[in-house]
T-cell receptor, first 109, second 112 residues
Framework: GIQVEQSPPDLILQEGANSTLRCNFS?????LQWFHQNPWGQLINLFY???GTKQNGRLSATTVATERYSLLYISSSQTTDSGVYFC???????????FGEGTQLTVNP | NAGVTQTPKFQVLKTGQSMTLQCAQD?????MYWYRQDPGMGLRLIYY???????DKGEVPNGYNVSRLNKREFSLRLESAAPSQTSVYFC???????????FGEGSRLTVL
């Protein structure tokens, strides 16, 4: 099946810093999503982005499908951005999302 | 519009007991999923249902059964719980046109 690798596994920032999280995948995809799992365990949809670029406030994401990667940008980070960020992809042959192992982000005040 | 609703949110079982996790969605989605998440790990797919009346195994189906009761509801059953099934379980449903996945709030299960 499709492989998903996220980097870095852990990231510690000071409030106000910017960061870039990366998701590499091993095959063509129909669907790619970014999720934020907050410290209470809730999984929150950030972006549905199989290709192109989207922005939502301080967050933006870019997927370059031909090169099999996606980037999540967080600008002016806040302590509420802490948590785990997951990338999930769905290959062209299936109907099930495969998750990466996540990036643990800690934003310190 | 509640989205995806899971019950119970917390459960403690003894080894060998059985239980069913319930999941319902009100978004008229065809596909529904059950994932488990273990500490420090990503989500692993247990079972999924691409449409009403169908179910398929995911990565880690052993020890579980599922029922797609109707379009709204997808339940996960542990027939004889084991400590290795201690985990957080997430139900999800998928938007039919875009494929976007939506999660419930999770069910924390502890098997002693």
């Amino acid at each position: 099946g499709i492989q998903v690798e996220q980097s870095p596994p852990d990231l510690i920032l000071q409030e106000g810093a910017n960061s870039t999280l990366r998701c590499n995948f091993s095959d063509s995809v129909n669907n790619l999503q970014w999720f934020h799992q907050n410290p209470w365990g809730q999984l929150i949809n950030l972006f549905y982005i199989p290709s192109g670029t989207k922005q939502n406030g301080r967050l933006s994401a870019t997927t370059v499908a031909t090169e099999r990667y996606s980037l999540l940008y967080i600008s002016s980070s806040q302590t509420t951005d802490s948590g785990v960020y997951f990338c999930a992809v769905d290959g062209t042959s299936g109907s099930r999302l495969t998750f990466g192992e996540g990036t643990q982000l800690t934003v310190n005040p | 519009n509640a989205g995806v609703t899971q019950t119970p949110k917390f459960q403690v079982l003894k080894t060998g007991q059985s239980m069913t996790l319930q999941c319902a969605q009100d978004m008229n989605h065809n596909s529904m999923y059950w994932y488990r998440q273990d500490p420090g790990m990503g989500l692993r797919l247990i079972y999924y249902s691409a449409s009403e009346g169908t179910t398929d195994k995911g990565e880690v189906p052993n020890g579980y059964n599922v029922s797609r009761l109707n379009k709204r509801e997808f339940s996960l059953r542990l027939e004889s719980a084991a400590p290795s099934q201690t985990s957080v379980y997430f139900c999800a449903s998928r938007e039919t046109n875009t494929g976007e996945l939506f999660f419930g709030e999770g069910s924390r299960l502890t098997v002693l």
